[in-house]
């Protein structure tokens, strides 16, 4: 089992920047693939970004390219999302997730969720 805590999320202007982060224990590995997530209301949840263990290499939904990063530090067994130039619609609960394949981006093919953290971005 792998436990996932998400932090960072809060209210944000337009435009503006939020850095979350994702905290794992239990049984950790640098082996596993993460995956940022998130979930408007009413939305299905929609793949952000992946991470391979070494945090070498990475992935991102096509939308989210140039304005958020995902990186890693396997010392503190946590994962990042850097949010960048920050909209309205990008309002939602956002979650990471363990995975086993770096460009899997169905929600199914993740395991080991945390609760989320909410982002709203609004003036």
């Known amino acids: 089992q792998v436990q996932l805590v998400e932090s960072g999320g809060g209210l944000v202007q337009p435009g503006g920047s939020l850095r979350l982060s994702c905290a794992a224990s239990g049984r950790t590995s640098s082996n596993y693939v993460m995956g940022w997530f998130r979930q408007a209301p009413g939305k299905e949840r929609e793949f952000l970004a992946s991470i391979s263990g070494s945090g070498i290499s990475t992935y991102y939904a096509a939308f989210v390219k140039g304005r958020f990063s995902i990186s890693r530090d396997n010392a503190k067994n946590t994962v990042y999302l850097q949010m960048n130039s920050l909209k309205p619609e990008d309002t939602a609960v956002y979650y990471c997730?363990?995975?086993?394949?770096?460009?899997?981006?169905?929600?199914?093919?993740?395991?080991?969720w945390g609760q989320g953290t909410q982002v709203t971005v609004s003036s």
């Open positions: 997730a363990v995975g086993t394949l770096l460009m899997t981006i169905s929600p199914s093919n993740y395991y080991f």
